[in-house]
């Protein structure tokens, strides 16, 4: 099956500054790359996503790029501020997520003041 | 407002009880999934369902019982064969074409 790494564990940059979280996929025929944040105690939120169609996929401060080749994909934030503290997952699918994601283990994002 | 609902937000059994977690949505959503979460773990799939009256099994199905009676409705049975069901338990639901997932809040389940 499927197999999702993500680093770091732990990512912590001054305020202002960008930050990068980097996930590996296995699966060749994965086609659908979710990227959710999540709060203390609460569920994961949908951020931004990309198709295998698409190299590079871009939302305001947050954007996303994937290398098919190399099979890793990359979310990029910057002007950090202190509300994007959180734990990040990125995750895969080879079914557009309709049969389930796989997902990495999560960055902990810390912004500091 | 439409979204997915999760209850209870805590839950403690003793061990060798059968337990449910309850998993409502008003989204209109086909599928609904299952995923348990573990400090310092990424979230893993327990099962899902794409339609009424059926349901997969996810990557770490044993010990788990599920039911697609209604659309919008998913619980979750965890049962006394789960060897270690304490965790933060997600339900989430998307429409079948769109698989950005909605997320409700999570049970937290503690057995003693």
């Known amino acids: 099956g499927e197999n999702v790494e993500q680093h770091p564990s732990t990512l912590s940059v001054q305020e202002g500054d960008s930050a990068v979280i980097k996930c590996t996929y296995s699966?060749?025929?994965?086609?659908?790359f979710p990227w959710y944040k999540q709060e203390l105690g609460k569920g994961p939120q949908l951020i931004i996503d990309i198709r295998s169609n698409v190299g590079e996929k871009k939302d305001q401060r947050i954007a996303v790029t994937l290398n098919k080749t190399a099979k890793h994909f990359s979310l990029h934030i910057t002007e950090t501020q202190p509300e994007d503290s959180a734990v990040y997952f990125c995750?895969?699918?080879?079914?557009?997520?309709?049969?389930?994601?796989?997902f990495g283990k999560g960055t902990h994002l810390i912004i500091q003041p | 407002d439409g979204g997915i609902t999760q209850s209870p937000k805590y839950l403690f059994r003793k061990e060798g009880q059968n337990v449910t977690l309850s998993c409502e949505q008003n989204?209109?959503?086909?599928?609904m999934y299952w995923y348990r979460q573990d400090p310092g773990q990424g979230l893993r799939l327990i099962y899902y369902?794409?339609?009424?009256?059926?349901?997969q099994k996810g990557d770490i199905a044993e010990g788990y019982s599920v039911s697609r009676e209604k659309k919008e409705s998913f619980p979750l049975t965890v049962t006394s064969a789960q060897k270690n069901p304490t965790a933060f338990y997600l339900c989430?639901?998307?429409?079948?074409?769109?698989?950005?997932?909605?997320f409700g809040s999570g049970t937290r389940l503690t057995v003693v």
């Open positions: 699966d060749s025929a994965s086609n659908y």
């Open positions: 989204l209109n959503h086909d599928a």
């Open positions: 995750a895969a699918s080879t079914g557009g997520g309709a049969d389930g994601l796989t």
């Open positions: 989430a639901s998307s429409i079948m074409d769109s698989a950005g997932y909605t």
């Open positions: 369902s794409q339609i009424v009256n059926d349901f």
